[in-house]
């Protein structure tokens, strides 16, 4: 027993290939710890950098620099009275948020976070990511049908609607990505680790493959999956302005958090999948390029070395903090977390733990330039109307979609072409 | 919770019924609504997301400022027009004052003209950031109304170095000005006219071309210029459905006729239209401040008023150019110290008569953006 679970950190492949359930079970709390982890500092990064962009200072009270804002948040939340209101479907309505979470949380079992670091590798990954997370789609419905209350069941079939439309384009540009792995091998790959190693194997990320249709296709499925997931500017369903909070108008309390939670969760799911399918994943920059142990030691330094960094900032934070009673509290809380962010960086440091770790660094590094453009959006773009996001999801992104797809597949079978149609010529 | 709300007295046409026969939603809108701005409550007959017909209901900021008039001397009834439009106070203020002054037939001093006529444009830029700030976000930016909130800030300041409040300013007396301007007045105001033309160059670097915003607005609650004329519209609203009609021009109040400036006009009446138009009325706002305060002459502030404010009988109309529109003064005196009847032409309520007519057959995103794009004030329309 103890035996094949110190085999298995040797072994180079993920848990699932593996067989084995320890390791399996150690990463799905791992990545449910994780993502939970990201959601609430997504909490706090979307508040301040938004505030940043709209000249506010946003949470500066609970914790330094309003650090511990999202807990305090959370707390509140869950002490909150749990209200059900009276004509709502009892049934129903509590297991929407439950629907809901499962299905974010369940499409994370797929997502590697690096050559060895996720729950399994399954040969349909993509599509298994695609359809449980259009399933969270269903505890939407379910929602704003059972409040019995005409704004959510308005924001409900908005998001119902809006979500069927834009899969169909996501879908056609992932196909793109799923045609590009089989260039050199001859077969393609559905697996989302293969999917990575074909872009290592092809010395190029799927985003500049046959320039500019890969492109193309990346822009299609990052706007496809901001209306996916039903955020600013296609953040209709919950459009505050007209629906006041749209399918969640009803719930409060620790349901409203489920929702809030397998909303950014998802977030990070559909991000994780355009960072696999065109971002190279967990490979780190340049990985053929820079290759050979002087360029691996530097790149596998540099997690460590910026968990130090931000150590140093907040550190110069610390020392900057006015120096009166009142704030010294907050002072000893930002010393402490810039000592926490120092030791973290100094363990990513450690020999043993670098190297494991830097497929996870560089893949959570890329979904958090997605998420800072989720949070960049909000800030920027007005919302689309209900009619104005139906004619870009089937009249402008469909068309692109289907031709990017059928460009990919002449490109990809150039030489094949060419030569057919010289025989048939002959 | 309580009891159905009784649809009957609707009697909105239905000439959209489907094959299906399905029923409309109707949908209440408010008074507890994020954009609905204050307290307006506006029951929708939908079709799925269509809009067949709307009723506003109104009063639930009803304070009965016409009542208090009538039993307030002609000087005490001055304050309480600043809470009717309380994001123009200063018009209010304006148009009260100068209604009065046409009974007492008296003529506010030269120098008082130009401080009023200063104060004014302020206030209309003020009215215009909130409105530009609150519209912006019923249709999803959340920005503008920060950028828009920070630089009104300046404004306020200057209505605080001048008379001590920032809002419900009370800044004029019935015959003129009370308070002379402080040192500094003139390089504020020029200041300000500077520092802000490059930040409504922000504004609308923000939505002017902005994709979203131009689908979001243009061909949205379309009013023709007939429509606007047969229901009393006024103000920007009616000048982007291209009407010309601006009563600072129309009939020259204080010192507009010494003011070159001009009326932005739209073409279209859309929501887009009215959004360039506001904004073209900030720039043209900014051009009388800078002439205002380069010709602001000296002399006395207050006209020869007598103490207690006894009008001779008689009835009197007058309106000025709100940032909303037309904001008009009905007052009847009986020769007593008190108006016998004060009667407000508010442009808010006006205005928001056109709801109905500018989103059926939209959709309920539209709803929201034309409540935004009309600029009422629900202090005004309940008075």
């Known amino acids: 027993m103890l035996e094949s679970i110190r085999n298995y950190l040797s072994s180079g492949v993920t848990p699932g290939e593996a067989g084995s359930q320890f390791w399996a079970t150690i990463y799905i709390i791992a990545i449910t710890l994780g993502v939970s982890l990201a959601v609430i500092s997504m909490n706090w990064l979307e508040r301040k950098i938004l505030a940043h962009m709209q000249i506010r200072l946003g949470p500066m009270r609970v914790g330094p620099h309003g650090l511990m804002q999202p807990f305090a948040d959370a707390l509140k939340l869950l002490i909150k009275e749990d209200i ?72 409900s079939l908005r998001s119902s609607a809006q979500m069927v439309s834009y899969e ?56 496809a999956m901001i209306a996916e997931t039903n955020r600013a500017p296609f953040d209709l369903p919950e459009a505050e302005s007209e629906l006041v ?5 009803e719930y409060s309390g620790f349901r409203w958090s489920l929702f809030f939670l397998a909303e950014y969760s998802a977030m990070l799911a559909v991000s994780s999948i355009a960072v696999t399918l065109w971002l190279g994943g967990w490979l780190r920059p340049f990985p053929n390029w820079l290759s050979g142990p002087a360029w691996d030691l530097a790149f596998s330094l540099i ?21 009166i009673v009142q704030m010294r509290a907050q002072a000893i809380g930002l010393g402490v977390f810039a000592a926490l962010l120092a030791l973290v960086g100094l363990v990513l440091l450690l020999p043993g733990v670098r190297e ?28 689309y109307r209900f009619d104005q996001l139906m004619k870009v999801g089937w009249k402008v992104l469909l068309p692109i979609g289907l031709g990017v797809l059928i460009a990919t597949a002449l490109v990809g079978m150039r030489q094949e072409l060419w030569a057919s149609i010289v025989g048939v010529l002959r | 919770m309580s009891q159905p709300i009784d649809t009957a007295y609707l009697d909105l046409d239905t000439k959209d019924k489907t094959f299906l026969d399905s029923t409309e939603m109707v949908l209440n809108m408010g008074p507890q609504h994020p954009s609905t701005h204050g307290v307006l409550r506006v029951i929708l007959k939908l079709d799925g997301e269509k809009v067949l017909g709307t009723e506003c209901i109104i009063g639930y900021l009803h304070r009965g400022v016409e009542k208090i008039g009538e039993n307030r001397t002609y000087a005490m009834f001055n304050p309480y027009v600043d809470r009717m439009d309380y994001v123009a106070a200063v018009s209010n203020g304006l148009g009260y004052c100068e209604t009065v002054e046409k009974l007492l037939n008296v003529e506010a001093p030269p120098r008082a003209q130009y401080i009023r006529v200063i104060l004014t444009e302020l206030c209309r830029i003020a009215s215009h950031q909130v409105w530009l700030g609150t519209h912006a976000l019923d249709i999803g930016a959340l920005t503008p109304l920060f950028y828009a909130f920070r630089d009104r800030e300046e404004i306020l300041k200057i209505f605080e170095k001048y008379c001590g409040a920032r809002l419900t300013t009370h800044a004029f007396r019935i015959g003129g000005c009370i308070y002379e301007t402080y040192e500094g007045f003139e390089e504020d105001v020029k200041k300000y006219c500077t520092f802000f033309l490059p930040k409504l160059d922000e504004y609308e670097e ?63 009446g859309d929501t887009y239209d009215r959004y360039l138009v506001r904004v073209a009325e900030m720039r043209q706002s900014v051009r009388i401040l800078r002439q205002a305060v380069d010709a602001i002459p000296s002399g006395p502030i207050m006209a020869k008023v007598p103490k207690v404010i006894k009008p001779p009988v008689g009835e009197v109309y007058h309106s000025i150019e709100a940032p909303k529109g037309e904001l008009g003064y009905f007052i009847v005196s009986d020769g007593s110290t008190q108006p016998y009847r004060v009667r407000v032409r508010p442009p808010s309520f006006v205005n928001l008569q056109a709801l109905d007519t500018m989103v059926r057959g939209m959709l309920v995103a539209d709803v929201v953006a034309v409540i935004g794009t009309l600029d009422i004030v629900l202090g005004e329309v309940d008075r």
């Open chain 2, 206 to 268: 923000l939505l002017t071309t902005n994709r979203i915003w131009v689908t979001r607005t243009k061909k949205v609650g379309i009013l023709k210029p007939e429509d606007c004329i047969a229901l009393g519209v006024t103000g920007p609203v009616l000048r982007a459905s291209g009407v010309k009609w601006d009563l600072r021009k129309a009939q020259p109040y204080e010192c507009y006729k010494d003011m070159d400036f001009e009326i932005p006009t739209g073409l279209n």
């Open chain 1, 84 to 155: 059900i209101p009276a004509n709502a479907d009892k049934l129903v309505f509590w297991s929407a948020p439950v629907v809901v979470t499962m299905t974010a949380f369940t499409t994370f079992l797929v997502v590697p976070f690096g050559r060895t670091h996720a729950v399994t590798d399954m040969n349909i990954g993509v599509l298994f990511m695609l359809g449980i997370s259009s399933l969270g789609v269903l505890g939407i419905i379910m929602a704003g049908w059972s409040s019995n209350s005409h704004y959510p069941l308005m924001g």
């Open chain 1, 245 to 249: 909070a749209g399918f969640h108008t």
């Open chain 1, 303 to 323: 997690p460590g070395i910026s968990f130090l960094v931000m150590a140093a900032g907040c550190l110069l934070g610390t020392i900057r903090m006015p120096k």
């Open chain 1, 168 to 223: 169909v384009a996501m879908g056609l540009a992932i196909v793109c990505a799923v045609l590009m792995t089989s260039l050199r091998s001859g077969t393609g790959t559905l697996s989302m680790i293969g999917i990575v190693e074909a872009q290592n194997a092809q010395g190029t990320w799927f985003i500049f493959k046959f320039f500019p249709l890969g492109l193309i296709a990346f822009v299609v499925f990052a706007i």
């Open chain 1, 356 to 383: 494991r770790v830097q497929d996870i660094f560089w893949f959570v590094a890329k979904v958090a330039c997605f998420m800072y453009l989720y949070i960049w959006y909000r800030g920027t773009f007005p919302r």
